[in-house]
């Protein structure tokens, strides 16, 4: 009764070895991600019960997908696969003042050619307590959009709570949808925000500024014009180089506000995926602790995620919980 | 004035390294290739001017494409960037009596997305005295065929040799338009035809048998249906397993039959782009033998491939000639 | 209801790549295997429901072989784990003359401290039609053979049919009981009996001679003492070289005699597992075909396995059903 | 006459390559160290007479063992073997917040079954000035005990310089002697102690405090019991993260109180064997310069195997005093 | 008309991959460089037409050296190839307090053997602005100095503007020359001096201090013993350790003085090619903007070479513009 | 009293992996090795005394190479240093019908200009009873040619057994002297040649036939013209492919003649070093084993290297024993 649904893309990524370019290389180390199977992954990996929602490809790279999904324990029976090519996308890891560049490939895949109308939500979701989504899988497709929603109806039918992330990304929405107006619908049907000024500056039209003032006044005309909100998460990152971030998180839970301290991480080994450890430590945490301990998990969650090669965070409660209480490295575990 | 023109799409393929399965690996060798650029890069290794024509992605995966078309010395400035991802591939090589796998990534990519109508082909074509095409550009998309008739249209009428590998794949053509016809159509352009009596059973419906009979009679039958065609070379590949590999080639040129006997390779380090060794050995050699040498020549360049990694033949004139002489290995060369 | 239960180590195994000896490496490749759980990964990967009852060390070894064999769709709910270190093994891969050299790590290990009395095999055994177990398992440590006998009452007091792959391996037995005694005993829960002539000479202590004459007098001999035997099926495995197999399969099932050709394999990619692979394919084969066709599969399956780097038979259904039918490689499947 | 033996377990490091989890690998890269083999080889580097005792395993990854050992100029005469497996331990390497994990397989080992009786001591000993031991080899088997024992009271017997550095490590003294009184008793025989006030603590059931005037008091309390120890030489390891660490040394000689500044390093390669590495450089620096410098130039030697792959300390004593003399990289040595 | 002609050695760089010593490996990962090549390839990439000079071994590594020139788009047409193996350095990358170290095997190579009077300058500088030189490719040989003083020559009576780079390395020079002597002569051809006060002082012999004073007291004097410099760039760089640099820049142009801020680069990836990316940027800045603006951008690009392993500068010139304007990483460009 | 000594240069191979072409690589496999080199580390490995004469370079390569050796246990006291750099060669390794390639660098390395004279000769030899040179240092430079004249001379004195194994390459010898003089005065120093009718014709300027008669022939004119010989050994190795070998031995040794039959390899790992495997068989064999012996073992140690990776023969005297009795792999050691 208690397991988490996410509903995403399962992308492969392809990245040149150390600090290589491409030119540089023969070799493409890879790994399965996803935005919202990176929460996935890593709630599994907290020992959650999740079940993954997607749709791969139907030759050996999907075959491959699985089985990473599987491996988590994941529920994968929900996965489809049509005949498209798994959606991927090339990574050029950067370095101190040197950016990092992603090319992606992902607009045809099998993901975004996802059939609506063939996933038995009402199945899926019945021994769920969460059902996860971000912004990306919205601006795929279309009919990524559309299975979404179908999703999302069910589950707020059924009086599940709804973590929205509503990331908004401009190289997605070529398919002919306004990123705003589907991502204002879709948030619509959430219950709780992950995401700060940017993201309601971006989904309302609105102008608020990064401070705490800003914020406060964001999450209340959020909650004003979308009341089925109860409670938002933001996390702050200040990338002072690639190879250097410091982490932060606030709330606004039910009328409190929460914000941590900074977490500093230096050096960087992955910042993929290091919102989706927010995200994935934020929903432990509502499920395991109280709103201002969950924002502190996620914020822990999200700084030990930086330290991790690949799109997932392989940290155990107990491993974010030391991060968490300042025990910041520097041993051997024996 | 003697230079060689190619055109078809730039692809990247990407593959466990060994003899692993995608399951079983963390990262992917890549190779640039494609069946006509393999040509053009083999043409060039042999000391000839080459210009490839193509269409490739402006992220930093093109960049790479082009660095690598480039490194052959080939004239690349006939090569266009769009803003789709490049076409790739992924492949899991067999062994023995497992065969190779392919997925396929193309048919939405850079090169099916080549605009026709932006090449100069009259200044492109303008000190080239060969242009080789095959039937995969033409499968991929219907923007490829255009620009490739454009290319044959105005090949022709500058009174170039064309070389035709019309090789027939059935996953491709999905865009509408029937491989048989588009072949035939094409082949109509060209003058000089590789393949033998699959290929020609392909493209006139026939059903000729595969002794030399049947190519005797499939080869005066297509010369009858389509009299631009004036030599026939085919090469016969006979794989006792994934690892051991016969070749052979046997040609109609001017109407005398030639043969060559069988070369043996074992082991087999890779199979991809034997084919196109053949044909690139083919055009060296009607540029510089005569129709039996260069029949020969093209056989013992398809067996050497077999022993290169990639979908490239490195071999240089001397190694090709030192195979075809029988000069079979075992040595090592100080 | 159709499931199988298969019961072993998880095994470590550490090779240097390619065919380095350990003293010119600086990396080791790994892979996770174990006789009983590659009957297990093979089976799932042909489609089977698959259970395995192991113990792996609480440590991020055993966390790593855990995703490892949930990665298959294997349910690992019935996998103890105890503070000992998992099982290991390195080995040198041989080549042409050279053999293959192992040693082991395993006699201390988590399996070998196994602790009988905490599955609950009734629950494990519930919905499975077969039990798989070799001779490996109760060779290593009197608390393995302690938990397998555990198992085995069971299984046959709940009318399951149980394979025994009774292999004698002389390194093990350390413990102070005598393998023949031990293997005899096991073999007297089973029903069906994966082995040929040596493997009855050494559990009868007979001398039966390995032609066909013997290996019929061997069985009948078997049947006598260990009447719960209703079927036997051999495989045969000629080593030409470390680089070169060939392998048949011969059966005694209900009274009827069978046998298949050779198929033959060069180059061996690795030679680990391949017997393992013949069992699963045997136990899919009687779930679903003729003890025939049972017979051709596994033997099949053993060749295609001799392929595949690693301990597991990555094959599906339809890959070992081509080797079986002849088609021995040499294409590529796009 | 001025030789240095050392007596330890050859143990094998295996480590997933960069920063990845075991989960993320295919191979781990390996390196053989052990304490004290680390001090020895260190020392060997610097240009000593080095004899390392200990006892590894009779198969293939013993004898990489003895060929590692013997790469170093170190004499291997007195290590024997037996059929137990090689000691071995796995690294998961942390980064900035993430700790480092290691998983441990000595318990039943080679050197744990090391057999006491069979060293001649005598000989072994008889060109040597220096015996180093550390805590570690008593705590993993009373065997170990008993033979390192047999040696202390060998060289104790000679007259020779004994320099024990008794860590207590938790996750050993598995076989039923208690720690605390085991180290108390060979630190009996020793006449140089390199641990500091944690150590004294743990060995003497004492509590004093980290700080200077704790640290005086602490030796003066284990010098008044345990009267054989001349001096004590402390390293201070600040560990920032696990990508920053400081080191810092301090020591009472003869009555003198010696300390050094902090040398920073920032980013850690690797920090196992930065305690042995001191060690080596201790004992380099007491047979080549005074006491001061002698803390001094171990100081160094423990910052720069900071930035050195795997257990040993490859630096030469010219590498060491350019890091002593404060010349801390940033050059190219051309 | 606005080529940039270079000359000098194409060297091979063999290093250990990650901070492993050569001891600790069994491969050696390999670049191209060579610092003359290394500004011509920079400047490639940035989009300019360049030739560059050279000559290189017959043999598969010399070919090897040619399809890398020739990737970067370089014209490689006046390269020579002769019997001499190519010049080629170990190098042991250090870090943090640990200086990396290089070996040398380049003084009978290819390039030490060119032959002078094979170089048609007239033809190779035609359509050429710019001829850049460093002070490394008279020290390696008398051949190479005579081969350097014709191309100077030809260019300086063309009217070119002439780049010196005159490092003087003290492992260099073993063939008979004064170094000091060679390299005042050769300035005395050049129009823009990119050196400071160290190497005015080496080929003056002066003894100018490093402040600005010193750098302006310097040039002034520079500029009266050899009139034809116009304009001095200085690059200053302050290792604090291996893994952190900080770089600066400084000019006087046509009497005008510029210093550009400190720019830190942690960690360091590469710091080879870092002082012939300023010169790469510089020429490309003095091709494009004003003297100040080249300044900046120089040194914008001596900066992040430092993130990118190898020799080459691969950053576009947004890149570079993008570090100059202060947008220093920490993004990912997607 | 019965240790062997070798003299030659200490050379390291760099290589592409795979089958992979320079062209195609970013990293070289490395090895060391050598003639001479190999025969002593294949001697060390059977358990023999060895003793290696030489000089490498003072760099950090050099010192590599030294560990190198000593890893082997063989003495390395008597290898000098000085600054040239180590010799090297590059090896791009072919496959079935494409040969294996290699590029030298060797000429002006630390061996070719080691100083004579400074090598105690009678220290070095005085527990030795066997000396092997063979034609390629005398070939390198005059200082390799003098400074093993010294040692043949002083050995010759002590009365100690020389085995030549005077291969001429054409691609040495450029120094100045005939190989065909130089060789034949060595030879004159020398009681055991390792060599056949190609040796022979080449040193003498004969031109028997390679038939057993042409071999006896050869062999007795030999002995006529250099009474010194008392036994001739060779192999016979016939190159089926580069990836198949064939391997065969013949001798006449005090009169007698012997041959063995003929050993098969498929596929070959390493073709390089089989013919100092052949050489420190034959050696091994000497000493142990009477003539005839002597031969099947050299004969069973040159197949058996074919099958490992790198210039060493890794096997001990068991696992060569094992080819000779035709025990030829397919069996997994555990």
């Known amino acids: 009764?208690?397991?988490?649904?996410?509903?995403?893309?399962?992308?492969?990524?392809?990245?040149?070895?150390?600090?290589?370019?491409?030119?540089?290389?023969?070799?493409?180390e890879f790994f399965f991600g996803g935005t919202e199977l990176n929460v996935a992954a890593s709630l599994a990996t907290m020992g959650c019960g999740v079940k993954h929602v997607s749709c791969v490809s139907d030759d050996f790279v999907g075959e491959s997908a699985l089985a990473f999904v599987k491996s988590f324990g994941i529920d994968a029976s929900f996965i489809t696969r049509n005949e498209h090519p798994l959606g991927l996308y090339f990574l050029e890891v950067g370095a101190s003042v040197r950016a990092s560049r992603i090319a992606y490939n992902r607009l045809n895949g099998s993901f975004a050619n996802i059939q609506s109308g063939k996933t038995d939500w009402k199945k899926a979701l019945e021994d769920c307590s969460y059902f996860h989504w971000t912004g990306i899988s919205p601006g795929i497709s279309e009919a990524a959009y559309e299975s979404l929603k179908e999703g999302l109806k069910t589950a707020r039918a059924m009086g599940i709570e709804i973590t929205a992330d509503p990331a908004y990304r401009s190289n997605l929405w070529k398919y002919g949808k306004s990123g705003k107006e589907v991502l204002q619908e879709l948030v619509g049907y959430s219950t709780i925000f992950i995401g700060g000024v940017n993201e309601i500056n971006e989904i309302l039209g609105t102008n608020f500024s990064p401070d705490k003032e800003g914020f406060l006044k964001a999450c209340n005309e959020l909650k004003r014009q979308i009341p089925s909100i109860r409670k938002i998460f933001d996390k702050i990152r200040i990338g002072v180089t690639a190879s250097s971030q410091q982490t932060q998180g606030r709330a606004l839970a039910n009328g409190n506000y929460f914000e941590t301290g900074f977490l500093e991480v230096n050096p960087v080994v992955d910042r993929i995926g290091t919102g989706d450890a927010f995200a994935a430590g934020l929903i432990y945490g509502l499920q395991h602790f109280d709103d201002e301990k969950a924002l502190h998990f996620a914020n822990a969650a999200c700084a030990v995620k930086h330290t991790i090669l690949g799109d997932i965070n392989y940290s155990s409660v107990e491993d974010i919980l030391e991060v968490m209480n300042g025990d910041s490295g520097g041993r051997i575990k024996r």
């Not at 397991?3 to 493409?28: D, N, V, Y």
């Open 1 to 28: 009764m208690n397991k988490i649904l996410t509903f995403g893309e399962i992308i492969l990524r392809l990245s040149p070895p150390g600090h290589r370019t491409m030119k540089q290389s023969h070799a493409l």
